[in-house]
């Protein structure tokens, strides 16, 4: 594999001490009610990261508790947007006053890339101003058709408790897709982050405390999907749960929280694909590609793991990608010139490669990579940079969820199967067109089954540009005013003005 770019250990100096984090609770950091705790390894360099109070049901039903408490009080649901506003602003500057501190965190704890984490880090604080501006301007609706003595208003309220759980691939910027528009609306929580990469929603809970946050506004609670995760999807104090993290797991989350009918809304898996024509833009499109599928070594839910692209431009594809695959840097994820870090644990590389020896099994070819990556100095989980082509659509490596840096590569000759192709999922998250044709790019965005479409670009967000899936990868959206909407409750107010009602019983 010499020809593939391998960036090995560098001097770079790594934490003596591991983070102690705590459960934050009614303002408070606390440790377990049973002293429990839970350590993190670094899945790049090995070494104990963190170190972290794991939750029980005792711990969990103390911050729904807290939360609940501060939300019936009115001491956040019902003071101003502006407000509300100036403490998301706060917390904005406060995360890029401590980027640095969080990213390095962060990259230890995923094996993420320290470049990435940096931007990570600094795009959320993006994420808390959109956040602030929508905490100002939101507003409800007005009736005033319905005659001349009736007024009818509609108002937007705070659903409530919220629960919020969040998965490993991106810890920081996935919280802060939620927190910041759950708490514009006025709601309360109480925060999950994975067992894998607990530590920079810890640090989040220390900015929101100095950024002066009452107490009991945001509880964090660590530990595992069990018991934590599970208590609070169904406490019947909590009125609604966010969730990002697999399909199985938010299909547990839908049945479990369906005894109390509390609201839930889903951030989950895709199977996303890029879909090149023949006349598209050949070098923008492979740029794109080797982007889309090593971007955090593909562990994103957004990973576009397939391509499917047009037979007369397959090989001269196929071949741009395999080319620019070994120039990007896979290795040490403390260098800063790093593109592609760690996977996040051994059983997940064993998944990653069985997806890749099944699909060869089934007659697939692998054109580059398909094995374990070996990077001098670092005793982590490395996968090659992975192109499998001659791949059909009954292949599991073609509809399924791989999760890693492995391109699948389908062909064809028609819109029609184009389309019927890239519907070929229980997912539905995002789906890419690649042609210089207007007509082709709206017709398949018009067509294709997915949350979000990307016309001649990929993975291009925006807070206002709103997120989420159809299908299976999802239900709800994320960001944008929209994300807002899913923690408001809305309600009717019918006001008569005068005594104009016609009385209902009739008098004598
Ligand atoms: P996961 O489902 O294993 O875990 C996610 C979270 O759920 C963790 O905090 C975990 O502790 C918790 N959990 C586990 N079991 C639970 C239970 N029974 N009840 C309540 N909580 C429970 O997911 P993961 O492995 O951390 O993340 C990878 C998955 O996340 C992938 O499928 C990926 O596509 C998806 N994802 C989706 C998006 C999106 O926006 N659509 C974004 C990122 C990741």
Known sequence: MNDLTLIAASDARLPTDPFIGRHLIDGAWCDSIDGGSFDRHSPSHGILVSRSAQGTKADTDAAIASARAAFDSGVWSRISGKARATALLKVADLIEANVERIAILETLESGKPISQSRAEVSGAADLWRYA??????????????LGADILGV??????????????????????????????????????????????????????????????????????????????????????????TGSTAVGKHITAAASDTLKKVALELGGKNPQVIFPDADIDQ??????????????????????????????????????ALSRKVTFGDPLNPATQVGAIISADHQDKIDTYVKDAVAAGAEVCLGGAELNVPGLEGKFYQPTVVRNVTPDMPIAYEEVFGPVLSVLTFETMDEAI?????????????????NIDTCLEFSRRVQAGTVWTNTWMDGFPEMTFGGVKQSGQGREIGSYGLD???????????????????????
Not at 298 to 315: K, L, P, Y
């Open 420 to 436: 019927a192709m890239a519907n070929n999922a229980s997912y539905g998250l995002s789906a890419g067109v690649w042609s210089q």
């Open 285 to 322: 499109a492979a740029d794109a590609v080797t982007f889309g599928v090593y971007f955090n070594a593909g562990e994103c839910c957004n990973s576009s793991s397939r391509i499917i692209v047009h037979r007369d431009v397959a090989d001269a594809l196929v071949e741009k990608v395999v």
């Open 486 to 508: 899913e923690f408001l409750e809305v309600k009717s107010l019918v006001m008569r003005i005068g005594q104009t009602r016609a009385p209902w019983v009739r008098n004598g």
């Open 132 to 145: 602030a501006s929508l905490a100002r301007t939101m507003h409800g609706d007005s009736h005033n058709t």
């Open 154 to 243: 509609v108002i937007k309220e705070p659903i409530g408790v919220v629960s919020i759980i969040t998965p490993w691939n991106f810890p920081f910027w996935i919280l802060s897709q939620k927190l910041p528009f759950a708490l514009a609306a006025g709601c309360t929580c109480v925060v999950k982050p994975s067992e894998l990469t607990p530590s920079t929603t810890v640090m989040m809970g220390e900015l929101l405390i100095e950024a002066g946050l009452p107490a009991g506004v945001v509880n964090i609670v660590l530990g595992h999907g069990q018991p934590v995760g599970a208590r609070m999807a169904t406490h019947d104090a909590v009125d609604m749960v966010t969730f």
